[in-house]
């Protein structure tokens, strides 16, 4: 696996790793706190979880994290679930995203861009004037520290404010796409009881407007806990009866008052896809997400002041909230409100060019369909200011990694990550002080005791098991909401390892220190006992021009049996002849194995996808097994239920 690519595909020049956040932490931290002066990378990565208080202690103090009430100690308690980070201390996670108004006054926070693709700035001191207004009249309308504030917003400025201005007042904040379907967002909203609700009257996405007034109806009728509901009129309609609007309530030049808040006082709810049952409502926490915000965005994506950060995502997405703490770090956040690939697949691209974007982040299913699309970035657009390009929703594959250091540039950091809602933040991925390899992310991240174990809890190196996680990150939730007994919480990360999160991915941990993603550990593939993710099909197999996605699944049978069908969704004018299917199988046998030739390649009219994008492995496979539609996926999580229709009737037929 690993050791097929000793020789790294990028390394950082002396001068880049001098330079680096990370080499003058650890060199500051060596003086003060005993870290390893000499190792690197590794040595301190291993010294911040040999020493996880004394690196956590660490970070607040680089970071100058300021505590209105000081901590009693970092930790608590250690045990997960119920890690109890820096008790007694108070602090507020808006005071910190709005601290560089203070040097940095008219410099732009934000820069915003629609479909237009030119950005429009929002300066540091518009921004926290906007954030005082707002959450002086959120005080107004009765919103106290722990009630929930509802979005209904695309990645436009106002999202960013209604975020800030929550956090200011110690309201926890939650939010959804404006193309999520009223049954999606009300799955998401019934169970937190918003007092306030954001919205749009509409968006406009692949150049055309799309008017939402209907289903805002019909969330104000479902949401009997509202007190207020905010128009703003993208789409520029009047305001429904009893509606606020948004102009009157961050017209005022209000100095921001931030309330002081215990460090694990929630600070927003984020959802599981929910392909089964109700989304999960995962609550993380005001100072849990500050301090590893800032390890994240500061010490390993190499933020700070100078930089603007672009990333490709919905407010439905733990990305946007993840984007939105650039602003810790004191650098420019890129909020793009349109289609990422309109008015052509080179799309994101152009705005990386015309914003200066220093990191630029997006999914490795686009890098690939640009790479399929015959996109040439490096040729067609200025990305001399990109220093980074990340990528994640689903591993890079080797393809996706040779293709940006050979059309963007090949002096590019290429930053595969990979972490989860569930902690909003990265287990392993970008090391600015690291060489980059083909296939792999760059090494755990700071203070994350990740292993690959194998099902007795042995931990493997090169070879593949389960991610897990030895040691609590401040990030990881608080709790779910509406979870008493904290059963869902335990189950869902808790119940295979006790005290140990296992979160549900298949990985190799490699003996230089790197980590591979193969994909989902509750839908791998599993033939005589050799383990395969799905990841790996995909990337060989869509790597055929006539393949524009695919699904497979492996399905346990009564009789012990193992049935893996790989289903293709084909190229527009491709036909599934025995060509194709040669083609395919060839292509599985030559470049994985061929144990994980699939035992059947059934042509369907779309693969189905979570609202976040990701492929629907498990529910599909539930389906072939005979699950009722009802019980196996919650149809408000799926972005064309229509297909999944197709699954089922192949399930009839099967049986």
């Given at each position: 696996?690993?050791?097929?690519?000793?020789?790294?595909?990028?390394?950082?020049?002396?001068?880049?790793?001098?330079?680096?956040?990370?080499?003058?932490f650890q060199a500051w931290a060596?003086?003060?706190?005993?870290?390893?002066?000499?190792?690197?990378?590794?040595?301190?990565?291993?010294?911040?979880?040999?020493?996880?208080?004394?690196?956590?202690?660490?970070?607040?103090?680089w970071f100058a994290v300021r505590f209105s009430?000081?901590?009693?100690?970092?930790?608590?308690?250690?045990?997960?679930?119920?890690?109890?980070?820096?008790?007694?201390?108070?602090?507020?996670?808006?005071?910190?995203?709005?601290?560089?108004?203070?040097?940095?006054?008219?410099?732009?926070?934000?820069?915003?861009?629609?479909?237009?693709?030119?950005?429009?700035?929002?300066?540091?001191?518009?921004?926290?004037?906007?954030?005082?207004?707002?959450?002086?009249?959120?005080?107004?309308?009765?919103?106290?520290?722990?009630?929930?504030?509802?979005?209904?917003?695309?990645?436009?400025?106002?999202?960013?404010?209604?975020?800030?201005?929550?956090?200011?007042?110690?309201?926890?904040?939650?939010?959804?796409?404006?193309?999520?379907?009223?049954?999606?967002?009300?799955?998401?909203?019934?169970?937190?009881?918003?007092?306030?609700?954001?919205?749009?009257?509409?968006?406009?996405?692949?150049?055309?407007?799309?008017?939402?007034?209907?289903?805002?109806?019909?969330?104000?009728?479902?949401?009997?806990?509202?007190?207020?509901?905010?128009?703003?009129?993208?789409?520029?309609?009047?305001?429904?009866?009893?509606?606020?609007?948004?102009?009157?309530?961050?017209?005022?030049?209000?100095?921001?008052?931030?309330?002081?808040?215990?460090?694990?006082?929630?600070?927003?709810?984020?959802?599981?896809?929910?392909?089964?049952?109700?989304?999960?409502?995962?609550?993380?926490?005001?100072?849990?997400?500050?301090?590893?915000?800032?390890?994240?965005?500061?010490?390993?994506?190499?933020?700070?002041?100078?930089?603007?950060?672009?990333?490709?995502?919905?407010?439905?997405?733990?990305?946007?909230?993840?984007?939105?703490?650039?602003?810790?770090?004191?650098?420019?956040?890129?909020?793009?409100?349109?289609?990422?690939?309109?008015?052509?697949?080179?799309?994101?691209?152009?705005?990386?060019?015309?914003?200066?974007?220093?990191?630029?982040?997006?999914?490795?299913?686009?890098?690939?369909?640009?790479?399929?699309?015959?996109?040439?970035?490096?040729?067609?657009?200025?990305?001399?200011?990109?220093?980074?390009?990340?990528?994640?929703?689903?591993?890079?594959?080797?393809?996706?990694?040779?293709?940006?250091?050979?059309?963007?540039?090949?002096?590019?950091?290429?930053?595969?990550?990979?972490?989860?809602?569930?902690?909003?933040?990265?287990?392993?991925?970008?090391?600015?002080?690291?060489?980059?390899?083909?296939?792999?992310?760059?090494?755990?991240?700071?203070?994350?005791?990740?292993?690959?174990?194998?099902?007795?809890?042995?931990?493997?190196?090169?070879?593949?098991?389960?991610?897990?996680?030895?040691?609590?990150?401040?990030?990881?939730?608080?709790?779910?909401?509406?979870?008493?007994?904290?059963?869902?919480?335990?189950?869902?990360?808790?119940?295979?390892?006790?005290?140990?999160?296992?979160?549900?991915?298949?990985?190799?941990?490699?003996?230089?220190?790197?980590?591979?993603?193969?994909?989902?550990?509750?839908?791998?593939?599993?033939?005589?006992?050799?383990?395969?993710?799905?990841?790996?099909?995909?990337?060989?197999?869509?790597?055929?021009?006539?393949?524009?996605?695919?699904?497979?699944?492996?399905?346990?049978?009564?009789?012990?049996?193992?049935?893996?069908?790989?289903?293709?969704?084909?190229?527009?004018?491709?036909?599934?002849?025995?060509?194709?299917?040669?083609?395919?199988?060839?292509?599985?046998?030559?470049?994985?194995?061929?144990?994980?030739?699939?035992?059947?390649?059934?042509?369907?009219?779309?693969?189905?996808?979570?609202?976040?994008?990701?492929?629907?492995?498990?529910?599909?496979?539930?389906?072939?097994?005979?699950?009722?539609?009802?019980?196996?996926?919650?149809?408000?999580?799926?972005?064309?239920?229509?297909?999944?229709?197709?699954?089922?009737?192949?399930?009839?037929?099967?049986?």
């Amino acid at each position: 696996m690993s050791t097929l690519n000793p020789e790294p595909l990028w390394q950082p020049d002396p001068e880049r790793i001098a330079q680096a956040q990370v080499t003058k932490f650890q060199a500051w931290a060596s003086e003060r706190h005993g870290a390893p002066a000499e190792g690197g990378y590794a040595a301190l990565h291993r010294w911040s979880v040999d020493e996880l208080d004394t690196f956590w202690q660490a970070v607040t103090e680089w970071f100058a994290v300021r505590f209105s009430t000081p901590y009693a100690r970092v930790l608590g308690s250690r045990a997960m679930p119920g890690a109890q980070w820096f008790p007694g201390a108070t602090l507020n996670y808006a005071e910190h995203a709005l601290r560089a108004a203070a040097t940095r006054a008219d410099e732009p926070a934000l820069l915003h861009v629609d479909e237009t693709h030119e950005p429009t700035p929002v300066t540091w001191s518009e921004l926290r004037r906007q954030v005082g207004s707002l959450a002086a009249e959120l005080r107004a309308l009765g919103v106290r520290p722990g009630d929930r504030v509802s979005g209904y917003l695309p990645n436009i400025p106002q999202a960013v404010v209604a975020l800030l201005a929550t956090a200011a007042v110690g309201g926890v904040w939650t939010s959804c796409a404006p193309d999520f379907g009223a049954r999606s967002v009300l799955d998401r909203f019934q169970q937190v009881e918003p007092v306030v609700l954001f919205t749009v009257d509409g968006y406009r996405y692949g150049g055309k407007e799309h008017d939402r007034r209907d289903t805002v109806a019909e969330l104000r009728r479902e949401l009997p806990t509202l007190r207020a509901v905010v128009h703003i009129p993208l789409l520029g309609t009047e305001a429904p009866d009893g509606a606020l609007e948004w102009s009157a309530l961050t017209g005022a030049d209000t100095e921001p008052v931030f309330e002081q808040v215990p460090f694990d006082h929630p600070l927003w709810v984020l959802y599981s896809s929910g392909t089964t049952g109700l989304p999960k409502a995962i609550v993380q926490s005001q100072g849990g997400i500050l301090v590893e915000h800032l390890k994240q965005l500061g010490l390993h994506c190499d933020l700070g002041p100078e930089d603007t950060f672009f990333w490709y995502t919905s407010t439905g997405w733990m990305m946007w909230n993840f984007l939105v703490s650039g602003l810790l770090t004191g650098t420019t956040i890129v909020l793009y409100d349109g289609s990422p690939g309109y008015p052509d697949t080179g799309a994101q691209w152009r705005v990386a060019e015309r914003t200066g974007a220093t990191l630029y982040g997006t999914s490795a299913a686009y890098v690939m369909a640009c790479r399929k699309a015959d996109v040439h970035p490096g040729r067609d657009f200025d990305l001399s200011k990109v220093q980074c390009v990340a990528t994640t929703g689903s591993p890079l594959p080797p393809d996706g990694f040779r293709w940006l250091h050979d059309e963007v540039r090949e002096n590019l950091w290429i930053a595969s990550v990979s972490g989860g809602t569930d902690v909003c933040s990265c287990f392993a991925g970008a090391v600015p002080a690291l060489p980059v390899h083909i296939g792999e992310l760059q090494a755990p991240s700071l203070g994350t005791d990740l292993q690959s174990w194998d099902p007795s809890g042995k931990p493997l190196i090169d070879e593949v098991g389960e991610l897990v996680v030895t040691n609590p990150m401040p990030s990881m939730p608080i709790h779910f909401w509406n979870d008493p007994d904290g059963s869902r919480y335990h189950d869902s990360y808790f119940d295979t390892y006790p005290g140990v999160w296992r979160h549900g991915d298949w990985i190799t941990v490699s003996s230089r220190g790197s980590v591979v993603i193969h994909g989902r550990s509750d839908s791998t593939l599993n033939r005589q006992g050799v383990r395969m993710g799905s990841a790996d099909i995909y990337e060989a197999v869509e790597r055929l021009p006539e393949i524009k996605e695919s699904l497979v699944v492996g399905i346990e049978q009564p009789d012990g049996g193992y049935w893996m069908p790989l289903f293709v969704h084909l190229a527009p004018g491709a036909v599934l002849d025995e060509t194709l299917l040669d083609r395919i199988k060839q292509t599985i046998r030559e470049q994985l194995s061929p144990r994980h030739v699939p035992d059947e390649v059934i042509e369907v009219p779309g693969v189905p996808h979570t609202l976040t994008g990701k492929r629907i492995e498990v529910p599909v496979k539930r389906l072939l097994q005979g699950t009722p539609l009802d019980k196996a996926v919650n149809p408000g999580s799926i972005d064309n239920l229509d297909l999944l229709h197709f699954y089922e009737d192949l399930a009839r037929k099967r049986s």
